[in-house]
C-alpha cells in the first residue's frame, strides 16, 4: 500500500538527514549564518501596518465609496471622540471650550481639533427650538426674573438665604413659582451635602431658567489625531496627551471625561492585548515546555525541537519582510499559527527517532529510517497546509491573504528546519548520550484505547449520529459582526462607544451620503426621511433655523425681563455673622412651612437637614469664615456669567448659511461643492437586525453612501466569503492532491471525513455554547484545518506503511505525536480563554474544542475506517 512516490521521497529524505547528520558543525554554522542574516533583515524591513482599514481591499465597493467620501472630509476620518458629561452645564461647557484649546496647543498629536458646539451654536441655541418650546421657556423667564433682580441688588450669601426664606414663606401649591422654588431648594441641598463632605460642587443656574431638572450635560469633541501606524498602538501619543490635558483641567464638579472612537479602541484594544498576551506567552511557553518535555522524554529532543521551531519562524518572519514588508493586525498573528503547526514537523520526526532508537538502532541508522518513515508525510502535510493557507491569497480580506501567504510558506520553512537543523542539532556532540535506547521496553506512554479498532462499525454509527446532529445546528451558526463584542466589555472605550452607538443623535455608526449640490441634498434628505429605519437626516440647512422672525421678537421679549448687564451684581461685604443670621432665618422658614406637596415637603426637609447639618459644622471655628466664602462662591460664583450668557442667548443675531462657523461648514460643504448628507438610524445598531435593517434600506436610495455600520456589515460579509472560497478552494486542492499521490479514494476520505466530522462538532459547539465565530476568533478555521489535516495524513500514512493486518495503529509513535502536538497547541492557545479581551477569549475556547474534537475524530473515526477496510481486505483474502 506504500506508493512508489512516498518511497522515493522517503529515501531521498534519509540520504538528505544522513549528510547532515555526517557534518552537523557545518549545517550549524551556515544555520547560525543566515538566521543572523534574516534576523537582521526582519530589524530591518519588517515594519508594522496596524492601519484597520487595510485588512480588505480598496477595491471592494463599499471601500471605494469610503475613499471618496473621505477625499471630500479628510478631517472627518479617524477621528477620536472626547465626551465629556457632568451634572452642572455651565461646568461642562467650560471644561469641553478649555480641553480643546489645549488641544490645539499640541499640533504634533493632532492634526484637528474640532468641538461641535461652539460659542456660535451656544448664543443661538434657542432659536433651534420650536416656537411653543420657546414661549414657554420665555414664560419661566419672567416668572425667575424677581428672584434675579433681588440678587442682582444683593448677590451674596446672605441675599440668596434672605431670597429664599422669603419664597419659601409666600409658597403658594397653585403658584408656578413654588414649582421653580422647589427645584433651586433641591439643588442648595445637593451643594451643602457636598461640601460637607469635602466635594466640589456649583449651582447651575442654567436648570432653574429651564424650570426642570436637567439630563447630565453632554458635550461631544471630535479631535483627529497624527497616527503612526508603524506601532500597533497607533494613536499613543494622541490619547497619552489627552489624557494628561484632561487631568490638567482638574477637579470638576462630577465632570467625566471620556474617549472613544476607531482609534481610541483600537488603542485601548492592542495595549490590552499586548499585556494579556505576554501573560499568556509565557504561560504558554511552560506548558509547552513542560509537555514537550513529557511527551519526548530527552532534554535533547525538546532543545532540538525548540531550536528547529525558532530558526524556521526568524526565516518565516524574514520572507514576510521581502515578500509584503510589514504585518498588519492580522498577519501578526503568524507566529502563533506558526508555533502550533510547525511543532507537529519536530514532535513527529523525534518520536519516530525515538521509537527507532528504543528498536536497537544506532542514533544515525535511527534518524535515517525516521526520516524515511515519517519524511513523506511531512512533505505532504507542509503541502497541504500550505495551501489551506495560500487559498486565502486571492481573497478581499487581505489581512487574511498575507496572513495566508505568510504561514503557507513558513509551513516549508519548518519542514526544511525539521529535516536539516534538527538532525543536526541531534547529532552534535555525543548523539548517544542525548537519548537512551530504552531497549526491550515498551515506552512509559501506554497506548491509547483501541475501542475504534475492535469495534470500529459501532464508532461509525455513532460519528455518523452525532454528525447529523451537529448538521442540525448549521442554520444557527451565527458569525457576530459587532466589532464591540469582541473587545474588553470593562474598557472605557467600549462602555462609551457603545452608549453614543445606542443613541441616535449622536452615533457614530451613522451614515453619510455626497450630493451634488445642495438642491440634490436636500431631494436626497426628503427621500431619506420616508425610511422606517432612518431617524433623521442633517445637511448644512438643517442649521439654519426655522421661524427666525417669530423666534427672535419672543426673545426679544423675554430679554426685558432679565438684569442689564452681569456686572450689576453687587457682592458687598458682608460680615460673617450677618451670613449665618441669613442661614438660620432660611432654616427657620422651612422648619415654619409644610412645603406644596408630599415629595415637596420631603425636598424641604432635606434642605432644612443639610442647613442645620453645615452651621453645626461651620457656624463656628477657624474654618467657619473660609467656609462661608467656599459656599458663597458655589451658590453665586457662576451668576454673573450665567446672567452674561442669558443675556446672550435671548439676543441672537440671526442665522444664516454664509454666517455659519468655518469648522460646521468644512464638515457639511465639499471644497468641489458636494455636499454632506448626514442619516442617522431611528434604532440602536448595536443590534445586528437593526444595522442591517439600516444599511441596507439607506443603500437602496443612496447606493454610494459610506460610513462605519457600512464598513461592519461589508466585513462580515467579506469574512465570511472569504472563508467559503479558501476552505472549498482548499478542500478541493488537498484532496486532489491526496487521490493523485495515493492513488485511491479511500485514503483521502479517511483524512476528509474525520475533519468534516470535527468541523461540525466545532460549529455545534459554538452554536450550543452561545461562542459565535467573529472578527477576532476565524484565524483559528485555518489553524484547525491545518491541524486536523495533518493529524490525518499522518495516521494515514502509519496505516499505509504499516499494511494490511497490523492493529496497533493507536499504540505507535505517529498516535502519541498527534497526541502531543494537540496538547502542545492548546497549550499554546488555552489560556487565551481566561482573556478578559472577549475576542481572545473566543479565539482560546473555540480553539481549545476545535482541536480536542479533530484529535479524537482522527483517534476515533479514522482508526475505525482503517480497521473496518482491513477487516474487508481480510475477508476478501480468506
Not at 555526517?22 to 519588517?46: F, H, K, Y
Not at 473621505?70 to 472627518?76: D, K
Not at 528547529?308 to 524574514?318: E, H, K, N, R
Amino acid at each position: 500500500m506504500h506508493g512508489r512516490l512516498e518511497a522515493w521521497i522517503g529515501g531521498a529524505l534519509a540520504r538528505w538527514v544522513a549528510i547532515v547528520a555526517s557534518r552537523p558543525g557545518a549545517v550549524l554554522l551556515a544555520t547560525a549564518a543566515a538566521t543572523a542574516g534574516a534576523a537582521t533583515l526582519v530589524v530591518s524591513q519588517l515594519g508594522v501596518n496596524a492601519n484597520p482599514e487595510a485588512m480588505f481591499s480598496d477595491d471592494l465597493p463599499h471601500r471605494a465609496a469610503e475613499i471618496e467620501f473621505y477625499r471630500a472630509f479628510p478631517m472627518l476620518h479617524e477621528n477620536v471622540l472626547i465626551v465629556l458629561d457632568g451634572g452642572d452645564p455651565d461646568s461642562v461647557r467650560r471644561a469641553a471650550g478649555a480641553l480643546a484649546d489645549r488641544l490645539r496647543a499640541h499640533p504634533n498629536a493632532f492634526r484637528d481639533v474640532y468641538l461641535p458646539r461652539d460659542s456660535f451654536l451656544d448664543e443661538r441655541a434657542l432659536l433651534y427650538l420650536e416656537v411653543e418650546a420657546l414661549e414657554d421657556l420665555a414664560d419661566r423667564v419672567a416668572r425667575f426674573a424677581p428672584y434675579l433682580s433681588s440678587l442682582v441688588a444683593d448677590g451674596t450669601l446672605r441675599g440668596f438665604a434672605r431670597l429664599l426664606a422669603r419664597g419659601v414663606r409666600a409658597a403658594d401649591d397653585a403658584d408656578p413659582k413654588t414649582a421653580d422654588l422647589d427645584l433651586v431648594l433641591e439643588r442648595v441641598a445637593g451643594v451643602l451635602a457636598a461640601r460637607r463632605a469635602s466635594a466640589d460642587a456649583e449651582l447651575s443656574w442654567s436648570e432653574f431658567v429651564a424650570g426642570r431638572a436637567l439630563e447630565r450635560e453632554q458635550r461631544l469633541l471630535l479631535v483627529q489625531p497624527v497616527l503612526d501606524f508603524q506601532d500597533l498602538t497607533a494613536a499613543r501619543t494622541a490619547m497619552e496627551t489627552i489624557r494628561s490635558e484632561a487631568e490638567a483641567l482638574g477637579p470638576g464638579t462630577d465632570l467625566r471625561v471620556r474617549v472613544t472612537g476607531d482609534m481610541a479602541l483600537a488603542f485601548e484594544e492592542m495595549s490590552l492585548v499586548r499585556r494579556q498576551a505576554a501573560t499568556a506567552g509565557v504561560a504558554s511557553l511552560v506548558l509547552v515546555g513542560a509537555i514537550l518535555g513529557f511527551g519526548l522524554r530527552s532534554i535533547r529532543l525538546v532543545a532540538a525541537t525548540l531550536v528547529s521551531l525558532g530558526v524556521g519562524l526568524v526565516w518565516t518572519a524574514a520572507f514576510a519582510a521581502v515578500a509584503i514588508g510589514h504585518l498588519s493586525i492580522i498577519s501578526v498573528a503568524f507566529a502563533v499559527l506558526f508555533i502550533g503547526l510547525a511543532v507537529d514537523f519536530g514532535i513527529h520526526t523525534c518520536l519516530r527517532y525515538r521509537e527507532r532508537l528504543e528498536a536497537g538502532l544506532p542514533h544515525g541508522a535511527a534518524l535515517e529510517d525516521a526520516a524515511r518513515d515519517v519524511g513523506s508525510s511531512l512533505v505532504l502535510c507542509a503541502i497541504t497546509t500550505a495551501v489551506g493557507f495560500y487559498a486565502f491569497v486571492p481573497t478581499d480580506y487581505d489581512g487574511v491573504a498575507e496572513l495566508g501567504l505568510i504561514s503557507g510558506t513558513g509551513m516549508f520553512a519548518s519542514l526544511f528546519c525539521s529535516l536539516t537543523v534538527l538532525p543536526a542539532v541531534l547529532s552534535s556532540g555525543r548523539p548517544s548520550h542525548w537519548v537512551a535506547p530504552n531497549r526491550g521496553r515498551r515506552p512509559r506512554v501506554d497506548g491509547l484505547p483501541t475501542l475504534p479498532l475492535r469495534h470500529p462499525r459501532r464508532v461509525l454509527v455513532v460519528a455518523f449520529a452525532a454528525g447529523v446532529g451537529a448538521l442540525a445546528t448549521l442554520p444557527y451558526v451565527a458569525f457576530d459582526q459587532n466589532p464591540l463584542r469582541v473587545r474588553d466589555p470593562a474598557a472605557e472605550s467600549v462602555q462609551t462607544f457603545g452608549d453614543l452607538v445606542r443613541s441616535s443623535e449622536v452615533n457614530p455608526w451613522s451614515l453619510n451620503a455626497l450630493a451634488r449640490d445642495a438642491e440634490s441634498a436636500e431631494r436626497l434628505a426628503r427621500e431619506l426621511d420616508r425610511l422606517e429605519a432612518v431617524g433623521r437626516t442633517v445637511t448644512l440647512r438643517d442649521y439654519v433655523p426655522k421661524d427666525q422672525a417669530a423666534k427672535l421678537e419672543i426673545l426679544r421679549d423675554a430679554a426685558l425681563f432679565l438684569p442689564e448687564t452681569a456686572q450689576a451684581v453687587a457682592r458687598p461685604e458682608v460680615p460673617a455673622e450677618e451670613q449665618l443670621a441669613a442661614l438660620r432665618e432660611l432654616a427657620a422658614a422651612l422648619a415654619e412651612t409644610s412645603g406644596s406637596g408630599a415629595a415637596e415637603r420631603t425636598r424641604w426637609d432635606s434642605l432644612r437637614g443639610e442647613l442645620d447639618a453645615w452651621l453645626a459644622a461651620f457656624a463656628t471655628g477657624d474654618q467657619g469664615a473660609e467656609e462661608i466664602a467656599a459656599l458663597e462662591r458655589a451658590l453665586l460664583g457662576t451668576l454673573p456669567a450665567a446672567l452674561e450668557r442669558w443675556g446672550r442667548a435671548l439676543a441672537p443675531d440671526p442665522v444664516a448659511l454664509d454666517r455659519l462657523p468655518e469648522g460646521l461648514v468644512r464638515r457639511s460643504l465639499a471644497p468641489d461643492g458636494r455636499v454632506r448628507v448626514r442619516i442617522l438610524p431611528s434604532e440602536d445598531l448595536s443590534r445586528d437586525a437593526a444595522l442591517v435593517a439600516f444599511v441596507t434600506a439607506v443603500r437602496d436610495v443612496a447606493p454610494a453612501a459610506a460610513g462605519t455600520a457600512i464598513g461592519i456589515y461589508e466585513a462580515r460579509r467579506a469574512v465570511v466569503r472569504a472563508l467559503q472560497q479558501a476552505f472549498a478552494a482548499a478542500a478541493l486542492v488537498i484532496g486532489v492532491l491526496l487521490l493523485l499521490i495515493w492513488r485511491n479514494w479511500a485514503d483521502p476520505l479517511f483524512v476528509l471525513v474525520p475533519l468534516g466530522l470535527a468541523a461540525l462538532g466545532t460549529a455545534a459547539v459554538s452554536v450550543l455554547a452561545q461562542v459565535p465565530f467573529n472578527f477576532a476568533n476565524v484565524i483559528v478555521l485555518p489553524l484547525l484545518l491545518g491541524i486536523g489535516v495533518d493529524s490525518g495524513i499522518h495516521l494515514v500514512h502509519r496505516a499505509r506503511i504499516s499494511g494490511v493486518g497490523d492493529p496497533n495503529l493507536l499504540e505507535t509513535s505517529t498516535a502519541r505525536a498527534v497526541v502531543l502536538s494537540a496538547l502542545t497547541t492548546v497549550a499554546s492557545f488555552g489560556s487565551l480563554a481566561f482573556a478578559s479581551h472577549r475576542g481572545m477569549a473566543s479565539l482560546g475556547q473555540l480553539l481549545a474544542v476545535g482541536v480536542a474534537l479533530t484529535i479524537v475524530s482522527n483517534l476515533v473515526v479514522l482508526p475505525a475506517l482503517v480497521a473496518l477496510r482491513q477487516r474487508r481486505s481480510e475477508a476478501a483474502r480468506g
